[in-house]
């Protein structure tokens, strides 16, 4: 695991240098669905310091199961979210990287507003839809402002920026380089909307090269054994 680490560190390094930025701009989120806590401990104990996961039951049990990490640990809640689960999630998120539509944002806000979270808000990343597949999740270009705008608006919310996940249909490389101006439309009102979540284990070059801040890597750095069971 170790060398795994070391070997996507030195690729976003790689890639930060042929873009022209620095490494030290960009947040590699180690995700970890699927695994146990016990790895989580791990990676935390080889410099980890940001875990992406993608359902709420696991996630919620890995982060009280490695609460004594805290507050060194920032849990990124990455994938599809039910508004039902927007409570359980704004427990233990630092980020949300999946908002993607008004509903989810109402539900988010409650939740943060019941978790006492004005001082230290939940910061709202808009999934952008790259292609309109339906079922893949994401916001249509055109509506990142007015989600932006109704995240704005929520206390415990805070705009933090966008995400994208590339279509598999086409070079990831096109596929991000059409997030960059709604990223830009995005700054123009919001100047700290700052994150750019672009970039997994097969495509973080191409996603560094177009502006990403942070990138969710999982296999590449976990491999592919079988996972242990949770949520030891």
Not at 106 to 124: D, I, M, P
Not at 193 to 198: D, G, K, L
């Amino acid at each position: 695991m170790a060398g795994r680490l070391a070997a996507v560190r030195e690729r976003i390094a790689d890639a930060a240098r042929a873009a022209g930025r620095d490494h030290t701009g960009i947040t590699l989120i180690t995700v970890t669905k699927t695994w146990p806590a016990e790895d989580v401990r791990l990676l935390a104990g080889l410099g980890v310091r940001d875990v992406g996961e993608n359902q709420d039951q696991q996630a919620s049990a890995k982060a009280a199961a490695c609460a004594g990490l805290a507050p060194a640990l920032s849990w990124h809640f990455i994938g599809q979210l039910q508004s039902n689960k927007a409570p359980s999630v704004a427990r233990y998120a630092d980020m949300v990287h999946s908002v993607d539509r008004a509903s989810l944002v109402s539900a988010l806000g409650k939740a943060a507003e019941r978790a006492g979270r004005a001082e230290r808000e939940l910061r709202c990343l808009i999934q952008v839809s790259l292609d309109g597949t339906a079922g893949r999740g994401g916001a249509h270009p055109d509506e990142v402002l007015r989600l932006a705008a109704l995240i704005a608006g929520r206390p415990g919310l805070t705009v933090a920026g966008v995400m994208a996940v590339a279509p598999p249909q086409e070079p990831a490389g096109e596929a991000f380089a059409r997030l960059r101006p709604v990223r830009e439309r995005l700054l123009g009102e919001h100047p700290g909307a700052v994150v750019m979540s672009a970039g997994m284990s097969g495509d973080l070059e191409a996603a560094i090269a177009a502006g990403a801040t942070h990138v969710r890597v999982g296999s590449a750095i976990l491999g592919h054994r079988p996972p242990a069971p949770l949520p030891h």
